[in-house]
């Protein structure tokens, strides 16, 4: 039976850390104190000793004292590549000596501690080591986000996008599994951060699109590897679970992952642990998982595309975004924000939309949903074009759905003809219907029971 080691919190699982001193009582008494904290803690007597630890796994954290026989802990930082100095390194010394410690600062030490010392006196050196490496993570996460241009706030107020996010408010505080579900470009991205945002996790959010990892790379860089596992693997790799540690994992597309990793990821699921690829110790994980997709996966599952367990151990709590096309009430406050946020971005000119150009936006099917009413709306500004113009402009897109009356009709059956259009292009909401015909929601209530109450094998 394998071992499973107790989760670090509010540290990532796989902190390793290595002591480097001569002196065995320091190793050893080291060693047991940092053990109960880290999944990994290795001991070595000389740089010698370091180096062959070194060369079959990183280490995050290096604690080192000075005086070595043979080479001194200076000289061997000063000799590290450039991809190990991505490791913290605190000196130890019994000698103190100003000179020496300026000395070790220059080397690149994140402290410098005399011996003897206390053990708080580490333990808190070693903290701080750790938060600042967990910071420089979040840090860079966050200069992604911004980079990519993300916003954590959900823009619509159709009464489906209103339950979307009473959804949202009620389970995010919670660990539960969710599966969000909806087209391409709906924003299932969006929402799963603002579900980390409101959860007040502590730990980085984590987005992998399932379909844009080949097969074979897939459970390594969701679990990690150790080194050797595979041809190329040349040291110890911690994969996204524990990159993730005390945040939250978001596994787009999972109807992209191929059947060998489900199982895998469902064995996830129910231990709350991985197992590094060529590793036989699973290391517990606090991760909260929320995974999304655009394909029916109850349909994925009868025709054995997807394990049916799983899709039973993702679907604890569902969240389905509807597409634009049933929501056109949120079409203008979506264009509005868009138009705002790409002309301050761009450095351009706003456009100004009239309200027959707003109506066009509306009666439009958006199958690219999102994504491509903010695509359009980024090329009206680069172009500097009114939007009457983008419609003559894009020939492959499909034209808004246009009205037109026989010229025989009475003004009764075209007012009818209109108003029953709109209702329909808002997915029978007669508020937001009404809202856009300029009446109150009783005004048509009354035409819609005079139109149709009175006909022929009308029910009450």
């Known amino acids: 039976m394998s071992q499973i080691d107790p989760p670090l919190k509010p540290l990532p699982s796989a902190v390793s850390v290595l002591i480097v001193d001569d002196e065995p009582g320091m190793r050893s008494f080291l060693s047991k104190a940092l053990a109960k904290k880290f999944a990994l803690v290795e001991t070595a007597a000389s740089v010698e000793e370091a180096e062959q630890l070194r060369s079959r796994c990183h280490f995050d954290l290096l604690i080192v004292d000075i005086r070595l026989p043979g080479r001194s802990g200076i000289e061997w930082r000063e000799a590290l590549d450039d991809q190990e100095r991505r490791s913290d390194i605190i000196f130890m010394t019994g000698y103190a000596d100003m000179d020496v410690a300026i000395q070790a600062l220059r080397a690149g030490a994140s402290d410098f501690i005399l011996k003897p010392f206390h053990l708080d006196q580490m333990m808190q050196s070693v903290d701080r080591c750790i938060e600042r490496r967990l910071l420089k993570r979040e840090n860079l996460m966050l200069r992604r986000e911004v980079s990519a241009g993300y916003s954590s706030s959900i823009i619509g107020n159709s009464d489906a996008m209103k339950e979307v996010k009473r959804i949202i408010e009620r389970v995010a505080p919670t660990n539960a599994v969710i599966l969000i579900e909806g087209e391409s470009g709906t924003g299932k991205e969006l929402v799963a951060r603002q579900l980390h945002l409101l959860s007040g996790r502590q730990g980085p959010f984590v987005p992998v699109n399932c379909g844009a990892i080949a097969p074979e790379l897939l459970e390594s860089e969701l679990f990690g590897h150790t080194a050797g596992a595979f041809t190329g693997a040349k040291g110890n790799r911690e994969g996204l679970f524990s990159f993730a540690s005390g945040g939250t994992i978001f596994l787009d597309e999972i109807g992209e992952m191929p059947l060998k990793m489900q199982t895998s990821l469902l064995r996830v699921l129910e231990q709350k642990s991985i197992r590094p690829v060529g590793s036989e110790k699973e290391v517990a994980i606090d991760v909260r998982i929320i995974a999304a997709t655009n394909r029916k996966l109850a349909e994925e599952v009868e025709s054995g595309g997807f394990r049916r367990d799983l899709f039973y151990r993702l679907n604890v709590l569902n969240i389905v975004i509807p597409p634009l096309r049933q929501r056109p009430e949120d079409v203008v406050e ?62 492959k897109m499909e034209q808004p759905v246009q009205t037109g009356y026989p010229l025989d009709w009475p003004l009764k059956e075209v007012e009818r003809d209109h108003v029953t259009a709109v209702v329909d292009a808002h997915a029978g909401n007669k508020s937001a219907a009404a809202r856009v015909l300029g009446v109150s929601r009783k005004t048509l209530d009354r035409k819609y029971k005079e139109w149709f109450d009175n006909l022929p094998g009308a029910e009450d």
């Not at 000119?349 to 359009?376: F, T």
Request: glycine share 6%; charged share 25%.
């Open 334 to 395: 979506l264009t509005h924000h868009f138009t705002r946020q790409l002309g301050a971005e761009l450095g351009v000119r706003e456009v100004v939309w009239s309200h027959e150009d707003l109506l066009k936006l509306q009666q439009y099917a958006w199958p690219g949903n999102i994504r491509e009413l903010r695509n359009m709306i980024e090329r009206c500004l680069l172009l500097g074009k009114p939007p009457a113009e983008y419609w003559k402009d894009l020939p």
